[in-house]
């Protein structure tokens, strides 16, 4: 079993001169200045010179729950002016707040995993590390030209390609995308990108003369059934399905985004939280909020298979290229796990699960002040097969394996480890960028906790 002991320091960094098509990026100071800019600007805000108007405790409520709500319009029933000014209508509406309490109490003693899904919750479940106060909570490659999507933690998305030397080429800002957690390009499409928030999904089609339109809400938006926020989603090989977890719903929904087509792939457990679609486009791994996941076989009748845990619940996972090797981590041990879809005899296939390697904590360099390793935080496999890079939850390295994939094996050995530039830093998410040509160099984006975006190419 491959371990970190003895991981060595990785050969010397790609300088932005080797990949002269890269976009030099650092979210820090576009942060500060949005958020000096929001700061200086809100003593002017036109509401402040607006008069004062006396509303009825009725309309106050009623007014209340059309802007903002029923929970809302419940508190607004319940504070104290309302109680000074209608008694009657505060004690009632406590009786009812007293009543949904109960409610919500036998609700989750019978159905544990449906509790309030709040920022903390989501920040659990997501790939990203410190997803809450990162500055980039996601970025996403398009798949057939340069161009890279970075969201960051103020909900912006900003568009960089190969000529985006002073900043990105388009930013997307819109009250909609509050609490990105996912987003990809959709497949064999030159210009649709897919934002997964707490709001649902939204496509945006951004082409060249985007900037020059500059519509006001995205080309389509589609809600969850259960207004759920999206917490994954994976678009299958050629774009045709989009399919969404949320950690609400124990359903993975399958897309048809042009003809508006949704379908709930339903089983009894635990919701859904991750979602990793193979590469052959044969099967879909759905993990979930619980020790259970599934892998799905992505046939007309969408058949299933039920795998446990040991302990914890599925962390990260990721794909052999060639769609045969499942490796996945759990939040409750520091060991990776390999499973196997190969198919040895007319159809019989040999799927077991087997521990390759331990990731437990080790010092590095002799030095037991600064350790590599402990529970895995994120798994990427990049797209020539050769390299997986795993990052940690609670360690600020990056190590790097080098994996062997035969026709009916996988062998994985420790390569080396990458370091930010202090040592304070660490990775927040990681993504190979995809191959535009078969003999592209497998090229790893770093989005540090700093706010920069660093690339390594393998050789």
């Known amino acids: 079993m491959a371990s970190l002991i003895n991981v060595r320091e990785a050969p010397s960094l790609s300088k932005a001169s080797e990949l002269p098509f890269c976009p030099v990026i650092d979210l820090q100071n576009e942060l500060l200045n949005t958020s000096a800019l929001r700061f200086g600007t809100e003593s002017y805000m036109p509401q402040n010179f607006l008069l004062p108007v006396h509303e009825t405790v009725l309309k106050r409520i009623t007014r209340t729950f059309f ?16 109680r000074q000014e209608a008694p009657w209508i505060g004690k009632t509406f406590n009786y009812v707040a007293e009543l949904l309490g109960i409610y919500s109490k036998l609700k989750l003693r019978l159905f544990p995993h449906t509790q309030a899904l709040s920022d903390q919750r989501i920040a659990q479940y997501v790939e990203t590390r410190d997803w809450l106060d990162s500055c980039i ?15 960051g933690g103020d909900d912006v998305v900003r568009i960089y390609n190969k000529n985006s030397h002073d900043g990105p080429s388009l930013v997307i800002k819109r009250s909609i ?66 399919a969404t977890a949320s950690i609400g719903d124990s359903s993975i929904l399958i897309w048809q985004p042009e003809m508006g087509i949704v379908q709930p792939l339903k089983h009894l457990g635990p919701p859904g939280s991750l979602l990793k679609w193979s590469p052959s486009n044969e099967y879909l791994f759905a993990g979930t909020v619980g020790r259970i996941f599934w892998v799905w076989h992505c046939d007309p009748t969408w058949t299933s298979e039920r795998w446990k845990c040991n302990g914890g619940t599925v962390q990260t996972a990721t794909w052999s290229p060639c769609g045969r090797f499942l490796l996945f981590v759990t939040t409750a041990e520091p060991i990776l796990y390999s499973l196997q879809f190969i198919q040895q005899h007319l ?30 935080q994120q798994l990427v496999w990049d797209p020539h097969g050769q390299f997986l890079v795993v990052t940690f939850k609670a360690t600020n390295y990056i190590a790097v394996f080098r994996t062997a994939i035969n026709k009916f094996d996988m062998h994985l050995s420790t390569a080396f480890y990458l370091a930010g530039e202090t040592q304070t830093e660490h990775p927040s998410y990681v993504c190979f960028k995809p191959l535009h040509k078969d003999n592209d160099r497998s090229m790893l984006t770093i989005a540090w906790s700093s706010g920069r975006i660093q690339y390594y190419a393998f050789n």
């Open 67 to 82: 802007e903002n709500g029923f929970w809302d319009a419940l508190a607004e029933a319940r504070n104290e002016s309302t």
């Open 137 to 151: 909570r996601c970025i996403a490659w398009h798949c057939h030209v340069l161009k890279l999507a970075v969201a």
């Open 177 to 242: 995308h509050a609490q990105i957690t996912c987003m990809s390009w959709r497949p064999l499409c030159a210009s649709e990108l897919v934002i997964g928030c707490r709001a649902g999904l939204c496509f945006w089609i951004i082409d060249s003369n985007f900037h020059l339109t500059r519509p006001s809400t995205p080309n389509l938006t589609l809600q969850h059934p259960s207004k759920l926020p999206i917490t994954s989603m994976q678009w299958n090989k050629n774009g045709s399905l989009l």
């Open 347 to 376: 159809h019989q296939c040999d799927n077991e699960v087997m521990a390759i390697a331990d990731l437990s904590a080790c010092p590095l360099n002799g030095n037991n002040q600064t350790l590599i390793g402990g529970n895995a």
